[in-house]
């Protein structure tokens, strides 16, 4: 167990934290910094979130609403994006109402298992959603590269344990981080300089010499996502040689409109997301980690809904019919 000298033990009292008889600090709490100070900042950023999170939440439902109850849309590639629509929800909720609750409320506290939770069910949902797009570049590549093949391949019991894999496996990551996080000694201050719990301005509080085991847990979640990112890279690679050859220019537009829109999604988040989290840690507030933050937690929630709502014809088709049927019920 690490051990905690005493300049530590004298910066975490003189921050409110207490100590136990094993000689680890206690934080009771966290201090979200949030984008400003300035009030007037502070209302704008709670409308825009409240916004974008409206977007995000009706535009996700309606794909989880279309895909469940459409009998046209019964297949192995809307269950992959009922799956998605239904992940994006929850992970732009566990960031987003906190954040625009402590704007206008002013109160930016967060108490220590809130932390470990937020973090948790974040990195969950994050490890989830790398899992998930992976999984539907590979239904994209059996589709299209062996289509005849497909029925066979991609049944509803591989559709299954693939999502099963995928939810298990960011459950796992959750785990591994907020354990290796939040079982280490917090000292020094305990002000968050990001809008949630994100474990690199975490890892930021901690002494540097003690967190070897978040970084060697970073480090394998790193490795999954490389994996993950090489693959999807592989899957289109074949996709679009297949694409190619189609003979008819209207068949290749029609093909690259469904595959395109899914390597834009899966290129931000995975690039984004990486970016911020194996650059070095730091203590002073940077504008870019904000940025990165606001991109991966965000956008994506916010584009799969349009891209895969607004630009796909069986979406637009589904909605007219349950549009029409619902007209039916009311006359």
Request: aromatic fraction near 12%; glycine fraction near 4%; include cysteine.
């Amino acid at each position: 167990m690490a051990q905690i000298n005493k300049n530590q033990l004298t910066a975490c009292r003189r921050n409110g934290s207490t100590t136990n008889d094993f000689n680890q600090t206690e934080v009771a709490e966290f201090f979200l910094m949030g984008f400003s100070n300035s009030w007037d900042i502070q209302i704008v950023h709670a409308a825009v979130f409240f916004l974008v999170y409206l977007v995000a939440l009706i535009g996700n439902l309606l794909i989880i609403m279309l895909t469940t109850l459409d009998v046209h849309l019964q297949t192995s590639m809307y269950f992959f994006l009922r799956n998605l629509s239904f992940l994006d929800f929850c992970y732009i909720s566990v960031t987003i109402p906190k954040s625009i609750v402590s704007s206008l409320t002013h109160d930016t506290c967060i108490s220590f298992f809130g932390c470990a939770l937020q973090a948790f069910f974040f990195m969950d949902l994050a490890t989830t959603e790398v899992a998930i797009l992976t999984v539907m570049s590979c239904d994209r590549y059996v589709a299209i590269c062996r289509p005849l093949h497909y029925e066979v391949i991609i049944n509803q019991g591989v559709c299954i344990r693939m999502m099963a894999m995928s939810w298990l496996s960011g459950v796992i990551c959750g785990f591994m981080h907020v354990t290796a996080t939040f079982s280490l000694p917090f000292c020094g201050h305990n002000r968050i300089r990001q809008f949630f719990c994100n474990i690199p301005q975490l890892l930021s509080l901690l002494d540097p010499k003690i967190i070897t085991i978040e970084i060697g847990v970073m480090v394998f979640v790193t490795s999954l996502v490389i994996i993950s990112f090489a693959v999807i890279t592989l899957s289109y690679m074949y996709i679009f040689s297949v694409i190619m050859r189609i003979p008819s220019r209207e068949g290749r537009s029609k093909t690259f409109s469904t595959c395109i829109p899914h390597l834009v999604v899966v290129t931000l988040f995975m690039i984004s997301g990486s970016i911020a989290y194996v650059k070095p840690i730091s203590n002073s507030p940077s504008v870019l980690a904000v940025f990165l933050s606001v991109f991966y937690t965000v956008v994506p929630p916010i584009l799969n809904p349009i891209i895969y709502s607004l630009r796909n014809r069986d979406m637009k088709a589904a909605l007219r019919r349950q549009c029409g049927i619902l007209d039916e019920e009311l006359d």
